[in-house]
Every structure is written in C-alpha cells, then in structure tokens.
C-alpha cells in the first residue's frame, strides 16, 4: 500500500468512528457485562459527506500552538516530538533524544514489531490430547494462548473458550472418566516472571507469572481490566477444564514435555483471535500479559529463546531490520512494566509516523470513549475539544507518565506524537499530557 493510499484509508477510519459517534448519540447505548459497549437500532441516518482529504489542511505550526501547553511544570522532565503524516516533516520538539523510561507506551514497539514479523491472522492454539498409556490423563497443550477465556464470554476479543474444548473432547472421551489433567507449561523457557517486575503487581492487577495458557491473561475477574492476577494461572485453566468437562481430575502444571504422547493427535483443539484483534486488545486495554506473550511470538519468528531477552532481542531487530531508528532503546520486557526501559520521543514517534506500520494508528484507544483513554478528555480537562480526535497510548508508573499516538488537527492535518514525562505525579501529568495533545490539535 502506498503511502498516500495508506494515510486516506486511516483518514477514512476516523470519519467513520465520527459517523459511529453520532450514531451512537441516536440509540441506546447499553454497558453489557463483559464490559462492551452493545448499541441497539437508531434510526437510518443520510448517507455521510466526505469532509476529509488527505492531505488536509496546511502543514500546521505546532510550535506557537503548543508553547504554553509545554511549559507546565506538571509535565516534569519531558521527552516530546510531533511529525506530520503526510510529509514525516518533525513540526516540533523537545529534548526529543533524551532517554526515558517510557513505561506502557513501550507496547508500540511491540506492536510495530508484530505486524512487520507476523501474519495479521495468526492465531494461537490450544489443544487437548490423551495419553495412549493412560486414557484417563490428558493433557492441555497451547503454544501461548493467555486469553483463553472459561465460558466465551471473558475479557478478551473473540477469544476461544475452555468450555468449548471441553464439549469438543467429550464427543472424542466418550465415557471415559478423567483422573488427571496435566498442564504443558515447556514452551515457556526462562523466567516466567521478570526480575524487574514487583510481585505485588500480580494482585495490584498489572503482571503474572507467563504461562503457557491462561485464563483472561491470569485476572481473577475477567470482567474488570485491573482485577488482582492469579498467582498459579496455568493450574487455573487446569482447574476450568476438569470443571468444564465434570471431572474430579487431579491438576499439575509440567515444565518438560510429556515423553509419552509421542506425535499423538489432539482430541480437541480451539484457536484465540487472529493477531490484529489481539494487537488491539492489547493496546486499547494497556493489556501486559497479552503484550509479553506476543513478544514470545516475536521470539520465535526470528528463531530466538522464548524468553524476555529473547523476545525483546527479537522486537529490536526487527525494527532495525525496517530502518526504524532502535539506537537508544534499552528494553527489559515487551509490556513497559520494567522501570529500566528507556526509549526517546524520537523514537516512538518515529514507530507512529512510520508508514509500513500505521496499522497501528487503527487499534489505539479513542479519546474519551475506550480503553485507557475512557475517562479522559471529558468537560472541564482543558483538553475536552480533542475528545473522539486523539487516539494514543498511555503509559503509567511511579513518576512516569506517557502519551503517544496521533491527532487530526481542526483543519484536517494528521500528525502522530510522542511524550514522555519522568519525574512526574500522574494526578497532575495526565491531564497535562492531554493539554499537550489538545494544543497540537488546535494548532493551526
């Protein structure tokens, strides 16, 4: 896709979330239990006008437009560069080289990383087989499933159901009474859980230990994104299955593949959603499981150790494999939960503006309607003009506060950013950010 195609269609995409909008203000919007929004039948609206081109609008000046949004002290220590689409002229910047810890929006490297290394409709598998020596022992085998959910409806996109397995190998067991479940956990070499993650993270609801598969990434209420984790999560899909399939089965997690199945076939077998659903997820929701078992997926398309060396090895290279400048970027993990990752501005605005992964431009979470950005640009932030008009990526960690994505100004110019800020309070710095996004927006 060209470069001029690739900025319409995207241009395209957000004429179509305002036609959305405005559908949406003429039905009934209903909150379903599974934390979707279910819209019900509004009346038939004309058909709509375009009102963008691409380019639109004169390139912008953004530094007389954002002088005063900057200059908040709230922001702290700011790393910030703005870039036109269209021409990837950088329009303005500050100490856009400095290296910070850019926590969450360190996911749009992973992302950039998995739609140039992975086929967007890939998919994870899980599978069941039974054990020719002992047909009452199966085991769960998955090459890295985290969003399994137990009944169809968890919180992840489409995401395959244990419930679902269970049904398909009861056709296969027939009578066949179940006595034990055992887990394969081999693909997960390494650590499971990073040495510079806090383990009070996992019921603080940010990180688990990365099994092979797992329920709703390890939450122990898939319908909450910041539910406390599960500290055993590959033992709980163990659990689901033998409750699933209504077995008094014994449960145990196995680091070695089993010898005994050799090449035997699966009895059942379901499949997550293909990886751009899962990409979105992942970003709209600030998802670190879900971003940690992608950068496995990495890993192993480049043919390194499944591990989080392996994996953010892997991510780098790719993006300097596709001239995406890497120079200054330190990564410990795939998720930005690491306090010792450090990235520049210039860096992740270089991923955003970069055309052979502007897919990603589609899957951030929309200002003041989804994910991470549901609560923000709302009446009275000071940034509620921007609100359905930014679409970024928020990060968040003790005195690390981020905003990355892109904004289509008032005269319909397209421009992506990047802004860090360390050694800032997050009470104070997000609406700043969000200030910051709205003055690129007004700029003219």
Known sequence: MSKQKSLKVWLWSILAFV???????????????NGRYEVQAAEQLAEPTPVMHAPGGEVPDVEAAIQRA???????????????VETGEVLWAKDENRKLTPASATKLYTAAAAILALDEDSRWSTELLQDPNDPGRLILRSDGDISLSRDGEGFFTDAASVAKLAEKAKKKLGGQPVTSIVVDNSIRSGDLFNKTWD???????????LDAVMLDAGRLNPYKSDSARSHNPGEDVGHALADALGA??????????????GDQDPIATVQSAP?????????VHSDNIMAEAIGREIAESQGKPQTFEGATSATLDVLKEHGIDTQDAT??????????????????DGVLSNNEVRDILDMLPVSSVEGTLEARYGFGSGAEDSAGWVRAKTGTLSGVNALAGTVMTSSGRALT?????????????RPALDRLANAVRSAK
């Open 19 to 33: 036609v959305v909008i405005a559908v949406v203000v003429g039905a009934a919007v209903v909150w379903s239990v």
């Open 70 to 84: 900057a200059a908040d002290p709230a922001l702290g220590v700011l790393s910030a560069s703005v870039t036109d």
């Open 199 to 209: 383990s009070a993270d996992i019921d603080g609801g940010n990180v688990a230990n």
């Open 248 to 261: 008094d089965a014994e449960v145990t997690v196995a680091k070695e593949v089993t010898p005994s199945l």
């Open 275 to 283: 990886l751009n659903v899962r990409l979105r997820d992942m970003l």
């Open 331 to 348: 990564l410990f993990d795939n998720s930005g939960m690491s306090e010792k990752n450090r990235l520049t501005a210039h860096e992740l």
């Open 417 to 429: 950013f990047a802004f860090l800020s360390n050694e800032s309070d997050s009470n104070s710095a």
